[in-house]
């Protein structure tokens, strides 16, 4: 990931987008921050924050035409937030004294500006505060221009006053009664100044002798609001349509000025990096579905404005617009308590950094993958193909910690070792037209419904169904290991080319994700479209009962796969149950929490994912993917698997059934494998490892911390089977146990045992990845 | 890394082999490049080392971690 990658990335999340009233605003008042200090009854640091944007506070909280309120999002619910009557709130309620403003050193450039109203005055103070000297020739005996037009009780001539005290204070010169063009002329401003800002609300007769457009008026620069005359610029009302004053854009106009005044008296670009000036679009996504209408708080004293608890009510309905849409959904986000742009740059860091710590590991390889953020971000971002892209690179780098993905991927060498892979046509034909790939999880979770499938497959389809048992290379590929999940799949490749490329019957969705994507000059089908398209074997799971609803969890493999989901249903329908949609189905689904590894690399995050997932329905659930099922279930809810319903629950229980554990996942791949060689092709079955015959007694507590420390049983026997043949072990002059560690590859075991009749009783095991040299010495 | 003092539960242990109660010995730990050199019970005679089980899941789960995240 470069730079300009990292930066097309961050841009498509658009949390730190300003919310729409901000960007409308053309000065760029915060008023949601204010709003937001207001609410906490800090009205000091909301006035703050109101007059950092504005130089003339008091007249425009009472005067401001408010862009803002046509696009509030909280007019989508109870009408706009009264920003200019909480801008006046904040002035009256803010207690502690004026900010003292702090002046750079003078400068020795004039400006000149004709008019005195808010756009000129405007202007006139912004430069002042530059240290520019400034003029300002207004041509009545008064400043404020149009502001007189307003009420004396919606604008007071004290509130004008004491904001214009603002310009005394900055040292602009003021004179009164001149009128620019006729007392002092465009040309002996131009030669005793060295800018000027004409801002007179209406244009003079004759135009002063500037460029004017077909209907006679000035020709300005709407960005730079230059005019034909390099040093002389013009805003304010004179650029708006007769009878369409608006006080802030003639704000928004003399602060514009100001910025190319002092841009051309520094003789710099007046264009470069103006992009945010004036008001624009903002790109951010609110979405208001499920916020709660209320309307605007009443002024109970009238024009005297909001009471302090009034303008708390109303600054709490302002809805603090942000996106978070993919936060919202997605515990993984959330759990890491920012949002994909700041995530973004934490994984750009981290693959950046040559020496220290790598904080972001574990945001990296916690990620499902699944895919639901992009269909929820309005800028279809995904963050998985950020995480998924950052794994390869630190797999490349020699950086991917071992510990997240190591015991998985050993699960997946063991599935296409010899001791669980086979591929072989149906017993008794040569013609292969289907080969079905029920994938390593099912043949783990429940090996009985692999065979009664492969069984029922057989007989409803012609033409010869092959059979293979292996992992598709799934988590290779999660982990970022892409080498060896490329090895793993052109294994599979080979064998089907062999087969005589056969059509791939898929029981598992990210193999059929796997597959669709690695191998498309295949043909692929789900076991669920084609059970959807024969007559169903129905030998109810346990506890079923037809007519009742159930809950269907679409794998997250399956989110651009409709056809699948559909068959899903379609099945069930026909099976007679009515069928429940959870909020989160169909292409919105999430993971059960084992896609992308997570289980493995951030256990808690996982239990958290499964236990947000189960709560989300009183009904039973029923999922289609071995791991889905088992996961769900394995927080305490009944769990059907799509197979239980059509081949009857599998010995080891209904669907509370919690899934078997590490070891017994692996013994049941190996035992479906020599069950079916012996049983359907008559051969030997694939011979024990002689330390695979040492029996041991394990108590069931013991059992489920093994569990947890990924310990398996085979990783016991072997420690044993070394201990016993080398007489290498420790003894416990107190219990008689021994205690003995070996290492078969990266991991050292330790197990405390004793031997009893035939069998080794088991205390204890524990691991470390820390190697420790040992040997005779000193 | 420093094993703490002796207790019951660690000094019970004797090397099967050269049926000798361990000792402490600098045994020299390494994970992903970095070595240290840890004080451990170890069978002075064969070399056979101990690891506990608190050190093991505790304190060395602790640098693994810490080491893969360098």
């Given amino acids: 990931m470069d730079q300009e990658e990292l930066g097309k990335l961050e841009a498509r999340c658009i949390q730190e987008q300003p919310p729409a009233c901000v960007a409308a605003c053309p000065v760029h008042v915060d008023a949601r921050a204010m709003a937001a200090a207001i609410a906490e009854g800090d009205f000091a640091s909301a006035a703050k924050i109101f007059k950092k944007s504005v130089p003339f506070p008091g007249i425009i909280s009472r005067v401001c035409d408010q862009p803002c309120q046509a696009v509030c999002k909280r007019g989508e619910a109870g009408g706009a937030v009264a920003v200019r009557a909480l801008e006046k709130a904040c002035l009256a309620w803010a207690e502690g004294g004026m900010e003292s403003g702090f002046l750079p050193p003078g400068k020795d450039k004039r400006v000149a500006v004709a008019g005195g109203g808010l756009s000129g005055l405007t202007a006139a103070f912004d430069l002042a505060k530059k240290g520019y000297s400034v003029e300002v020739f207004e041509k009545e005996a008064r400043l404020g221009g149009s502001l007189f037009r307003f009420s004396r009780e919606q604008l007071p001539e004290e509130v004008i006053a004491a904001d214009l005290k603002a310009l005394?204070?900055?040292?602009?010169?003021?004179?009164?009664?001149?009128?620019?063009?006729?007392?002092?002329?465009?040309?002996?401003?131009?030669?005793?100044?060295?800018?000027?800002?004409?801002?007179?609300?209406?244009?003079?007769?004759?135009?002063?002798?500037?460029?004017?457009?077909?209907?006679?008026?000035?020709?300005?620069?709407?960005?730079?609001?230059?005019?034909?005359?390099?040093?002389?610029?013009?805003?304010?009302?004179?650029?708006?349509?007769?009878?369409?004053?608006?006080?802030?854009?003639?704000?928004?106009?003399?602060?514009?000025?100001?910025?190319?005044?002092?841009?051309?008296?520094?003789?710099?670009?007046?264009?470069?990096?103006?992009?945010?000036?004036?008001?624009?679009?903002?790109?951010?996504?609110?979405?208001?579905?499920?916020?709660?209408?209320?309307?605007?708080?009443?002024?109970?004293?009238?024009?005297?404005?909001?009471?302090?608890?009034?303008?708390?009510?109303?600054?709490?309905?302002?809805?603090?617009?942000?996106?978070?849409?993919?936060?919202?959904?997605?515990e993984y986000l959330n759990s890491f308590k920012s949002y994909p742009k700041k995530y973004i740059r934490q994984i750009y860091n981290n693959l950046s950094i040559v020496m220290g710590h790598r904080h972001a590991n574990k945001l990296i390889n916690s990620c499902s993958l699944c895919g639901l953020c992009e269909e929820v971000c309005p800028e279809d971002l995904n963050m998985g193909l950020v995480c998924k892209k950052a794994r390869e690179i630190m797999v490349d780098q020699g950086r991917m910690p071992p510990s997240p993905h190591d015991f998985p991927i050993r699960d997946m060498l063991f599935s296409n070792s010899e001791k669980c892979a086979l591929a072989r046509r149906q017993p008794g034909t040569s013609a292969c037209r289907y080969l079905f790939f029920p994938g390593c999880q099912l043949s783990a979770s429940a090996p009985d419904h692999v065979k009664k499938t492969y069984g029922f497959l057989c007989e409803e389809l012609e033409g010869g169904v092959g059979l293979m048992l292996r992992c598709c290379g799934a988590p290779a590929e999660w982990s970022g290991r892409a080498e060896l999940f490329s090895d793993t799949f052109s294994d599979i490749v080979a064998q089907w080319q062999e087969m005589d490329r056969p059509q791939i019957i898929l029981a598992c969705s990210t193999c059929y994700e796997v597959f669709k994507t690695h191998l498309p000059q295949a043909s692929v089908i789900s076991l669920w479209e084609v059970l959807d398209s024969s007559a169903l074997p129905d030998v109810l799971g346990e506890g079923a009962v037809r007519g009742r609803a159930l809950a269907v969890h679409d794998a997250c493999s399956t989110r651009h796969e409709k056809h699948i989901q559909e068959s899903v249903r379609n099945i069930l329908r026909r099976l007679g149950f009515q069928i429940e949609e959870l909020p989160l189905a169909g292409e919105r689904t999430e993971c059960c929490g084992y896609g992308g590894l997570m289980f493995f690399a951030n256990r808690e995050l996982a239990r958290n994912v499964i236990g947000r997932r189960i709560r989300q329905s009183e009904a039973d659930y029923v999922a289609y993917c071995a791991?889905?099922?088992?996961?769900?279930?394995?927080?305490?809810?009944?769990?059907?698997?799509?197979?239980?319903?059509?081949?009857?629950?599998?010995?080891?229980?209904?669907?509370?059934?919690?899934?078997?554990?590490?070891?017994?996942?692996?013994?049941?791949?190996?035992?479906?494998?020599?069950a079916l060689l012996e049983e359907l092709w008559g051969e030997k079955p694939i011979g024990m490892e002689k330390y695979e015959k040492i029996r041991l007694r394990i108590s069931d507590e013991l059992r489920e911390l093994l569990e947890r420390r990924q310990i398996l049983d085979s990783d016991i026997q072997q420690v044993i089977d070394f201990a016993e043949q080398s007489g290498t072990k420790l003894r416990s002059s107190r219990t008689n146990h021994f205690l003995a560690h070996w290492k078969p590859a990266a991991v050292t075991y330790w197990v405390e045992y004793a031997a009893a009749e035939g069998e080794f009783i088991v205390y204890n095991a524990y691991s470390h990845r820390m190697e420790v040299k040992e040997g005779a010495g000193p | 890394m420093k094993q703490k003092d002796a207790t019951p539960a660690e000094s019970e242990w004797l090397c099967s082999k050269c049926g000798l109660p361990l000792e402490i010995g600098k045994v020299d730990v390494g994970y992903l490049g970095s070595v240290f050199p840890v004080d451990l019970y170890r069978c002075s005679q064969c070399g056979q080392v101990f690891v506990p089980e608190d050190i093991a899941q505790g304190k060395m789960a602790e640098v693994e971690k810490l080491l893969e995240d360098k």
């Fill in chain 1, 627 to 674: 791991m889905c099922r088992d996961y769900l279930a394995s927080g305490g809810k009944k769990t059907y698997h799509l197979l239980d319903l059509l081949f009857g629950s599998p010995p080891d229980g209904d669907a509370q059934r919690k899934g078997p554990g590490y070891t017994l996942r692996r013994e049941n791949r190996a035992r479906l494998k020599n």
């Fill in chain 1, 168 to 330: 005394e204070k900055v040292g602009v010169t003021i004179r009164l009664s001149v009128r620019a063009g006729e007392d002092i002329s465009l040309e002996s401003m131009c030669s005793d100044f060295d800018a000027v800002y004409l801002a007179p609300g209406q244009q003079p007769a004759g135009g002063l002798g500037l460029g004017l457009d077909a209907a006679g008026r000035w020709v300005i620069d709407p960005f730079t609001l230059g005019t034909t005359n390099p040093k002389v610029f013009a805003g304010g009302s004179v650029r708006r349509p007769p009878g369409k004053r608006s006080p802030i854009e003639s704000i928004a106009d003399g602060r514009r000025a100001a910025v190319s005044i002092d841009r051309f008296l520094q003789k710099v670009s007046l264009t470069a990096s103006r992009s945010g000036e004036g008001p624009y679009e903002t790109r951010l996504f609110t979405n208001t579905e499920g916020i709660e209408p209320l309307p605007a708080t009443p002024m109970s004293a009238g024009a005297a404005g909001y009471s302090k608890e009034e303008a708390v009510l109303e600054a709490k309905r302002c809805i603090r617009c942000q996106c978070l849409e993919c936060v919202k959904v997605c």
